[in-house]
């Protein structure tokens, strides 16, 4: 197997952990390997690159692959039902770590008391795992933030391997909570203090939640009453599209760092809106039969967003579109460019070509073709303010604040959450309402302050 630059795979809490198993298992599938490490695909192209995301560990005459990946969570429950699950065999036994205690949805103990009695062990892990690496290129880290653990100890490792491998990149794929899919009251602070983390300490966080997973599963889906796995295999089928060009060959975005570049126009501004097409019910897939035009509008249209917000109020500052299957590139790219010309409102001028396209021709199991978008909105403060607007009405009256301060946090840390998640929501404003004539003005307005600085 050619060495590949590595990922490593950071699964904290429940929700990180539980999306992570299926996860492992779509990856497994699309690699032709089988749940002890086994490979038994056909298609050469399946161990080009499994490399990005799996140890070759060779014993005797026979090759396994184990993922590259450290399961972590406050209490035992979710890690022992991974190890005694179906693929209890296929990670390495001391890539499990959990205390006893829980964070019960506390950020502060996540992040601050339990977690913190954890993270060193963690790090020794994540050493060893990177030590076996020929050229690490980042990690990626899958949590929630609306509990304790995922948000909590999930940050804290975050700005750790920050401090550890600062050169590498930090890729996170975090669950937000939405209003009407609540799982704890606290969420509003937890998701809160996490954000304000995220935005100092992660190079890519790939925004999902709830709400759009409900949303995509009743109408698209037509499953009436989702459940827990049947959003988790849609978060899973997001990340293994999101993956595809760093997993297999293809001519694009091949790496986290190729990615990033391509996305963030700045630093601040790295959070992401993940889309996928086609999503239909199972019923009507027969009588499926999708253009690369149309695959192209669904990936920019509300109802195939993995983020409830809509992309018709905010512009795109950039894109990334990932297509998968037998698919040409002068018609994808075709394709693109046209949904660029009849929406030019909704994408900003002054970044010209801002939409990449890769291709990859290994499409996903049991489909011909699908394609996958990662898109820089404006649109996500919509989220963000969401999100301060219940943190604020709970915050003015101090209310549930006793189980963060008795934590020893300091409640000058929400004020400096809610200012920072303030400005972020400022700064998309201020780049959606840019212009080109704007610009130009403002740096006729540098130039001319310049000289009376010195």
Same mark, same amino acid.
């Given at each position: 197997m050619p060495s590949s630059r590595e990922i490593l795979n950071v699964q904290v809490g429940q929700a990180g952990n539980q999306v992570g198993e299926t996860f492992w298992q779509m990856l497994l599938a699309e690699h032709g390997i089988d749940n002890s490490g086994t490979y038994r695909g056909t298609d050469p192209l399946q161990l080009q690159r499994a490399g990005v995301y799996f140890d070759e560990v060779v014993s005797g005459s026979t090759t396994r692959f184990v993922p590259r990946s450290v399961q972590v969570d406050l209490e035992p429950g979710v890690c022992n039902r991974l190890r005694n699950g179906v693929l209890g065999d296929l990670f390495r036994p001391d890539t499990y770590l959990h205390s006893n205690s829980g964070a019960g949805n506390n950020w502060a103990k996540g992040y601050y008391t339990e977690g913190a009695e954890l993270v060193e062990s963690i790090l020794d892990i994540i050493r060893r795992q990177s030590e076996s690496c020929d050229a690490l290129q980042g990690f990626q880290i899958l949590h929630s933030l609306g509990g304790g653990t995922g948000a909590g100890l999930g940050t804290l490792m975050l700005s750790k391997l920050r401090e550890e491998f600062p050169d590498r990149m930090m890729a996170t794929f975090?669950?937000?909570?939405?209003?009407?899919?609540?799982?704890?009251?606290?969420?509003?602070?937890?998701?809160?203090?996490?954000?304000?983390?995220?935005?100092?300490?992660?190079?890519?966080?790939?925004?999902?939640?709830?709400?759009?997973?409900?949303?995509?599963?009743?109408?698209?889906?037509?499953?009436?009453?989702?459940?827990?796995?049947?959003?988790?295999?849609?978060?899973?089928?997001?990340?293994?599209?999101?993956?595809?060009?760093?997993?297999?060959?293809?001519q694009l975005n091949g790496d986290l760092r190729k990615l990033g570049m391509n996305l963030v126009p700045f630093p601040r501004l790295h959070f992401l809106m993940p889309s996928y097409a086609p999503f239909f019910d199972p019923k009507a897939k027969q009588f499926e039969r999708t253009s690369i035009a149309e695959l192209t509008k669904a990936l920019f249209d509300r109802k195939n967003l993995l983020v409830a917000c809509d992309p018709r109020f905010g512009r795109y500052l950039t894109a990334a579109t990932i297509f998968r299957g037998n698919i040409s590139s002068r018609e994808a790219e075709v394709a693109v460019h046209d949904l660029q010309a009849k929406n030019s409102a909704h994408f900003v001028e002054w970044?010209?070509?801002?939409?990449?396209?890769?291709?990859?021709?290994?499409?996903?199991?049991? +489909?011909? /073709?699908? $394609? %996958?978008?990662?898109?820089?909105?404006?649109?996500? !403060? *919509?989220?963000?303010?969401?999100?301060?607007?219940?943190?604020?009405?709970?915050?003015?009256?101090?209310?549930?604040?006793?189980?963060?301060?008795?934590?020893?946090?300091?409640?000058?840390?929400?004020?400096?959450?809610?200012?920072?998640?303030?400005?972020?929501?400022?700064?998309?404003? +201020?780049? /959606?309402? $840019? %212009?080109?004539?704007?610009?130009?003005?403002?740096? !006729? *307005?540098?130039?001319?302050?310049?000289?009376?600085?010195?």
């Open positions: 975090s669950i937000l909570p939405s209003p009407k899919v609540s799982e704890t009251i606290v969420e509003p602070y937890n998701a809160m203090l996490s954000m304000h983390q995220l935005v100092d300490n992660s190079d890519l966080t790939i925004c999902i939640d709830n709400e759009a997973l409900y949303d995509i599963c009743v109408k698209n889906l037509k499953i009436q009453t989702p459940n827990f796995d049947n959003l988790n295999s849609l978060v899973a089928q997001v990340l293994c599209g999101v993956s595809t060009s760093l997993r297999f060959p293809g970044i010209p070509d801002n939409v990449s396209v890769s291709l990859v021709r290994v499409p996903p199991v049991g +489909q011909t /073709q699908s $394609a %996958t978008a990662l898109s820089n909105s404006t649109a996500i !403060q *919509e989220l963000f303010t969401r999100t301060m607007e219940s943190f604020s009405v709970m915050f003015k009256r101090k209310a549930f604040l006793h189980w963060y301060t008795g934590e020893g946090m300091d409640i000058m840390e929400f004020s400096e959450a809610e200012n920072n998640t303030r400005d972020l929501i400022a700064e998309y404003q +201020q780049y /959606q309402e $840019a %212009t080109v004539d704007e610009e130009a003005e403002y740096e !006729q *307005e540098e130039a001319e302050e310049e000289p009376a600085e010195e």
